[in-house]
């Protein structure tokens, strides 16, 4: 197993790039760039890097030219032989030859395309314009990069000592986890944490305490590089991205209204069984169950995101039930700033009534909170979003209105669409 503490300390920019394959992003990209490439080759968009921890001035920490310097190196990166061949020939949720030949074949001549940087009070700006099919394979390594480089920038001046006894706290923190979560009984577990992982090494550490912490209560990981050099599942489905550039691209209110489901229906037409959840909450989770057409409550499951989860929880239930479905074969996936506390309330509100998974994101990889004078390592809750698809600004409401972005008028505008009623804020978590 790595030592990272002393990789950490030995860093060389080339043994180490914070990205350093096509397959390190999270496989939900991978699955949506699928139906992108098949449906919507030649829409562009624009998507920013936002910084919701406002308080924390990414620009006064990450040097600039580091990170210029690693958004460069991702510009360099291709599929790698064994990369496309795993893509081709390996088994994804039970289904062999998920990707197509003609994606992946893209895939292998795909290079990152070109960005947008700038300082702008204390954050930084940094924009990705062109064809969606291409864009959208920046979010996550660009993330990954801001993430890590603010873990590099803090750690930069502590000793070999120090950095040891850092990381056997953080790991001591981790199994401690492990174990509570074994105590819960039969829970099920998927690392979601690549966007805003502590940094690669750590990523990777924390997959293998899962797979020996938890067995088969661990379902896999976001990440694809992992998923392939581990030979776990790679795991998940579909984002906010594909309403929003949906959205955005509806002419008129009642296209507009339809878009979310127009989103279902060509999903469903590449992808089937455990890859058919439902992410309802873009334009609010109650305004969209209300005026779902039937056949999107046959799909198998729905992720709960945004909304407090045991409302969410609830509500999801209640939809299937009173659409006559059995709440008992449906399967809820619980995602939004978890924790094992956290988890282990939403086990026991609906175990034994619904199938539950859970994806364990910041607070798995990046939880270094308290490990670091003033708070350095805290996690902090930054975003990479579309912002325009097709010169049309991009609009998400969510069940958080701290979550909420675009014009205010379009704001309004797909409010009064989606029958938006009154919502509660929920304090943003990393």
């Given at each position: 197993?790595?030592?990272?503490?002393?990789?950490?300390?030995?860093?060389?920019?080339?043994?180490?790039?914070?990205?350093?394959?096509?397959?390190?992003?999270?496989?939900y990209k991978l699955l949506m760039g699928q139906m992108i490439f098949h449906r919507?080759?030649?829409?562009?968009?624009?998507?920013?890097?936002?910084?919701?921890?406002?308080?924390?001035?990414?620009?006064?920490?990450?040097?600039?030219?580091?990170?210029?310097?690693?958004?460069?190196?991702?510009?360099?990166?291709?599929?790698?032989?064994?990369?496309?061949?795993?893509?081709?020939?390996?088994?994804?949720?039970?289904?062999?030859?998920?990707?197509?030949?003609?994606?992946?074949?893209?895939?292998?001549?795909?290079?990152?395309?070109?960005?947008?940087?700038?300082?702008?009070?204390?954050?930084?700006?940094?924009?990705?314009?062109?064809?969606?099919?291409?864009?959208?394979?920046?979010?996550?390594?660009?993330?990954?990069?801001?993430?890590?480089?603010?873990?590099?920038?803090?750690?930069?001046?502590?000793?070999?000592?120090?950095?040891?006894?850092?990381?056997?706290?953080?790991?001591?923190?981790?199994?401690?986890?492990?174990?509570?979560?074994?105590?819960?009984?039969?829970?099920?577990?998927?690392?979601?944490?690549?966007?805003?992982?502590?940094?690669?090494?750590?990523?990777?550490?924390?997959?293998?305490?899962?797979?020996?912490?938890?067995?088969?209560?661990?379902?896999?990981?976001?990440?694809?590089?992992?998923?392939?050099?581990?030979?776990?599942?790679?795991?998940?489905?579909?984002?906010?991205?594909?309403?929003?550039?949906?959205?955005?691209?509806?002419?008129?209110?009642?296209?507009?209204?339809?878009?979310?489901?127009?989103?279902?229906?060509?999903?469903?037409?590449?992808?089937?069984?455990?890859?058919?959840?439902?992410?309802?909450?873009?334009?609010?989770?109650?305004?969209?169950?209300?005026?779902?057409?039937?056949?999107?409550?046959?799909?198998?499951?729905?992720?709960?995101?945004?909304?407090?989860?045991?409302?969410?929880?609830?509500?999801?239930?209640?939809?299937?039930?009173?659409?006559?479905?059995?709440?008992?074969?449906?399967?809820?996936?619980?995602?939004?700033?978890?924790?094992?506390?956290?988890?282990a309330r939403i086990q026991q509100a609906f175990e034994g009534r619904i199938r539950?998974?859970?994806?364990?994101?910041?607070?798995?990889?990046?939880?270094?909170?308290?490990?670091?004078?003033?708070?350095?390592?805290?996690?902090?809750?930054?975003?990479?979003?579309?912002?325009?698809?097709?010169?049309?600004?991009?609009?998400?409401?969510?069940?958080?209105?701290?979550?909420?972005?675009?014009?205010?008028?379009?704001?309004?505008?797909?409010?009064?669409?989606?029958?938006?009623?009154?919502?509660?804020?929920?304090?943003?978590?990393?």
């Amino acid at each position: 197993m790595t030592d990272i503490a002393t990789r950490v300390y030995n860093h060389t920019w080339k043994i180490d790039p914070i990205v350093r394959s096509v397959l390190d992003t999270d496989f939900y990209k991978l699955l949506m760039g699928q139906m992108i490439f098949h449906r919507h080759r030649d829409t562009r968009v624009t998507f920013g890097i936002h910084n919701r921890s406002s308080r924390v001035r990414i620009a006064d920490i990450v040097d600039i030219g580091e990170l210029r310097e690693q958004l460069d190196h991702v510009r360099k990166l291709s599929l790698s032989r064994g990369e496309s061949t795993w893509l081709r020939g390996n088994m994804f949720n039970g289904k062999r030859q998920m990707f197509s030949p003609e994606y992946v074949a893209w895939l292998e001549s795909f290079r990152f395309p070109d960005y947008h940087l700038e300082k702008r009070d204390g954050q930084y700006e940094l924009t990705f314009e062109g064809l969606w099919l291409e864009t959208t394979m920046w979010e996550i390594p660009a993330l990954a990069i801001i993430n890590e480089l603010r873990s590099r920038a803090v750690l930069k001046g502590l000793g070999k000592f120090e950095l040891q006894i850092l990381y056997a706290r953080a790991m001591a923190r981790v199994w401690e986890k492990m174990e509570f979560l074994r105590s819960l009984g039969e829970v099920k577990i998927a690392d979601f944490g690549t966007r805003r992982r502590h940094g690669f090494l750590w990523q990777d550490w924390c997959v293998q305490a899962l797979l020996e912490g938890l067995g088969s209560g661990f379902l896999g990981t976001s990440n694809c590089l992992i998923a392939m050099r581990h030979e776990v599942e790679a795991t998940g489905t579909n984002a906010h991205e594909l309403p929003m550039v949906y959205a955005a691209l509806a002419d008129g209110d009642e296209a507009l209204r339809c878009a979310p489901y127009k989103v279902l229906s060509d999903w469903q037409k590449d992808y089937d069984d455990n890859l058919k959840i439902i992410l309802p909450d873009t334009y609010g989770t109650t305004g969209f169950l209300a005026n779902a057409p039937e056949w999107v409550a046959q799909w198998t499951g729905m992720r709960i995101d945004s909304k407090d989860p045991l409302e969410g929880g609830e509500e999801a239930i209640a939809w299937w039930q009173d659409r006559g479905q059995d709440p008992k074969q449906k399967l809820l996936i619980f995602s939004d700033a978890l924790d094992v506390h956290e988890v282990a309330r939403i086990q026991q509100a609906f175990e034994g009534r619904i199938r539950l998974g859970f994806g364990w994101g910041t607070l798995l990889t990046n939880d270094f909170r308290g490990l670091a004078p003033g708070g350095a390592l805290d996690p902090i809750s930054i975003v990479c979003k579309v912002l325009e698809a097709n010169g049309r600004p991009a609009v998400k409401i969510s069940d958080n209105p701290t979550k909420a972005m675009g014009p205010a008028d379009e704001v309004e505008r797909y409010k009064r669409v989606f029958q938006v009623g009154k919502m509660e804020a929920r304090e943003l978590q990393a």
